[in-house]
């Protein structure tokens, strides 16, 4: 989350400054500078925005027209209410998310809307980024009302689906109180701010939160309620955006909106109604989206998770029009961050923004510590499948599943929910947490919505008799409109394989297809009722088995896993090794870093407990071979040669105040 701060403060120090506000005013200078792309001028790690000229045609500035014509998907992910976790450390980061969910109250979280509204509350206010004096205030409230349905759908918790549904009468209440359909816990001079290019900390950016909160409740929980809460926002929405020229409004974009547009063009597709779809338009930026159509790379300088929700919208926009601009802004994107700026974890970002050029992730790493900001996955996770129901691309899910077990495994704390902000890559760097109810930073929304749908995308079906098994996270499937139940149950990644087993009252006929993960160098081999089939798939594609199945037929298959390296781009002798999906990692430290530098820490902080030199590994021990599993019990790695002082586990495992390593020199 970028905050628009024209002085050298950087994301603690903010935080840190708001927090001895008495005033109630933000203790940091303002300026009246116009704002900018990049988010901390002066500071000499901050993104340094790429100079260049202008692309010749830009496919943007050709008239942008809304007509619904839906662009048609290769394969579409079942109702979260139609899978259900069964146990493995997800359905363990789950009900830890799920207990947080319940723990927080109500009242407090609606506290500042009601203040707003000029309407009664005396609930203790809620501390960090909900601060009554934030301008982010309200945000968390939209993500969590997302979670609370997703988790709804996700586990059948009635007690949250009514939270959420009480949260949606109550917000209406103040939006009513407010008039004109606005609706927000901080008043509407914000964005006169944001309008006179003032000082301000992205009043849209909230107002996404909150209108996505308001969509997830109507899909999830079917309240209607919502979807009218949700349209009269956008009205104002309409009418705000409306009121400023196109030319004025692509400046007023250059402060962080979230997905203003997505939102808009989903609650365009829930009521038939294109004109949402056209509001959702005013918030294209064209000098981002401009390259992207033409498949340049011009990301260096970004804000990174500025960005993401800007394509995701993107994406959504080409299924509602099948317009190609906005497909080729969402592939190339993608295509970009996934394959040129992401790290062996899956995740990308330096001191929140992309400081170089592609495939320039070492040197990334000289710039700051501040690195793989948590909501940045997260939406990358959204893009990644909406990539994939286009193209139905096995590999998509190779990215997809790195990110699961290395940067949303691990990064929630399972005895109590709480959830990381950057997942530092600089070897020395520590696991820090969010506190309960001071912290409410971006991460923390996003993280909130992350653990209540981590069953959304193990299953696909092209919606006639194929059904595509794309993670290996045990659950169970109903596909009801088949007739058919799925349970799939392993011990991944400890043991190397997974069993589906069919159930249902009559034979099916259908095709299974399972995804075969790039990371399977050899054969896998699959087994029918313990009967091996000769039917064989290379990684990275699917394994395709059609057949009459008959209830109580179980298929196993088994993937054999081995110690790879991945290499950073830029330094050959960066190296980092993996097991499967699994990053390993060292504990390099063999004392924890003391809790206040823990609890409550967006990051670690090296200048507090000093930077730690890259571990150097001998050209012997590199190959990744010399690395041997010590136990079938657990994933531990030992050195071949016995002086060898590292023992790798999967990254996931390291805890909070662990200092680690999963990056090598290798001499
Ligand atoms: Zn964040």
């Known amino acids: 989350m970028k905050t628009s701060l024209k002085t050298k403060v950087g994301r603690r120090r903010f935080l840190a400054a708001t927090v001895v506000s008495t005033s109630g005013a933000l203790a940091v200078a303002v300026d009246k500078k116009p704002i900018t792309q990049a988010s901390v001028p002066g ?6 925005e790429q100079a260049g000229t202008v692309p010749s045609s830009p496919p943007f500035d050709a008239p942008i027209q809304f007509t ?10 079942f109702a979260l209410t139609q899978v259900r976790l069964l146990p493995s450390a997800f359905l363990d980061a789950q009900e830890a998310n799920r207990s947080l969910l319940h723990r927080y109250s109500a009242d407090r979280l609606l506290h500042n809307f009601r203040v707003n509204a000029g309407l009664p509350s005396s ?27 997703l988790m709804h759908a996700a586990t059948g918790d009635a007690e949250l689906k009514s939270k959420a549904q009480y949260m949606v009468g109550e917000l209406a209440k103040c939006q009513e109180r407010l008039g004109g359909g606005y609706l927000s816990a901080f008043p509407v001079e914000l964005f006169t701010r944001l309008n006179n290019r003032k000082h301000v900390w992205a009043p849209f950016y909230t107002y996404h939160k909150i209108l996505a909160g308001m969509l997830d409740v109507h899909e999830h929980c079917g309240n209607a309620q919502a979807l009218t809460v949700a349209e009269g926002m956008a009205r104002w929405v309409d009418q705000w955006t409306a009121a400023v020229s196109p030319e004025h409004m692509q400046m007023v974009l250059d402060e962080e909106f979230g997905g203003m547009n997505e939102a808009l063009y989903n609650l365009s597709a829930f009521t038939a109604n294109p004109q949402y779809a056209s509001v959702g338009d005013r918030f294209t930026k064209k000098r981002f989206f401009n390259p992207l159509a033409l498949r340049q790379d011009r990301l260096r300088g970004l804000h990174t998770n500025t960005h993401i929700p800007q394509v995701i919208g993107a994406a959504r926009r080409y299924e509602l029009s099948s317009d190609r601009r906005f497909y080729e802004v969402a592939d190339a994107f993608w295509t970009e961050v996934a394959e040129t700026r992401t790290y062996v974890t899956g995740g990308t970002s330096n001191n929140e923004g992309w400081l170089t050029d592609p495939n320039h992730l070492a040197e990334e790493l000289t710039r700051g510590t501040d690195s793989n900001e948590c909501c940045c996955v997260y939406n990358m996770l959204k893009l990644t499948r909406k990539l994939y129901t286009w193209s139905g691309d096995p590999r998509l899910f190779d990215y997809y599943e790195r990110i699961l077990y290395n940067h949303r495994l691990g990064t929630i704390d399972t005895s109590n929910g709480h959830t990381q902000y950057y997942l530092g890559v600089v070897p020395g760097s520590w696991r820090t947490f969010a506190t309960e109810d001071g912290s409410f930073w971006c991460c923390t929304g996003t993280g909130v919505e992350e653990y209540s749908k981590l069953a959304d995308s193990i299953y696909f079906t092209d919606g006639k008799d194929s059904l595509y098994v794309n993670l290996l996270i045990p659950s169970e499937l109903n596909w009801a409109e088949r007739g058919i139940r799925i349970r799939q149950t392993n011990q991944f990644p400890v043991r190397p394989e997974t069993h589906i087993e069919i159930e249902g009252q009559t034979p099916p006929t259908f095709t299974l297809h399972i995804r075969i993960p790039s990371w399977v160098q050899t054969q896998a ?12 798939a290379a990684g990275g594609s699917y394994l395709v088995l059609q057949r009459r199945w008959h209830p109580g037929d179980v298929v196993r298959v088994t993937f054999p896993m081995q110690v790879q390296v991945e290499r950073m781009p830029d330094d050959p002798k960066l190296q980092a090794f993996l097991y499967g999906p699994l990053v390993l990692a060292a504990r390099i430290s063999a004392t924890k870093v003391p809790e206040s530098f823990v609890v409550g820490r967006q990051g670690p902080d090296f200048k507090k407990q000093g930077p730690a030199a890259v571990p150097t590994l001998h050209a012997k021990d590199k190959a990744p071979e010399s690395w041997k599993r010590v136990s079938e019990e657990h994933l531990q790695f030992e050195g071949a040669r016995s002086e060898s002082r590292w023992s790798l586990v999967p990254f996931h495992s390291i805890g909070a105040g662990e200092r680690y390593t999963f990056y090598w020199k290798v001499v």
Do not use: M, T
């Not at 081999?525 to 064989?536: A, C, L, Q, R, Y």
């Open 43 to 48: 500071d000499p790690s901050a993104p340094e």
């Open 123 to 149: 609930a203790e206010p809620l501390g960090g980024w909900e601060k009554p004096d934030c301008e982010l205030r309200g945000h968390f409230v939209g993500h969590y009302l997302s979670a609370c349905a």
């Open 525 to 536: 081999s699959v087994f029918i009722n313990d009967k091996e089939s000769e039917v064989s």
């Open 68 to 77: 619904r014509q839906e662009a048609p998907l290769r394969v579409k992910p």
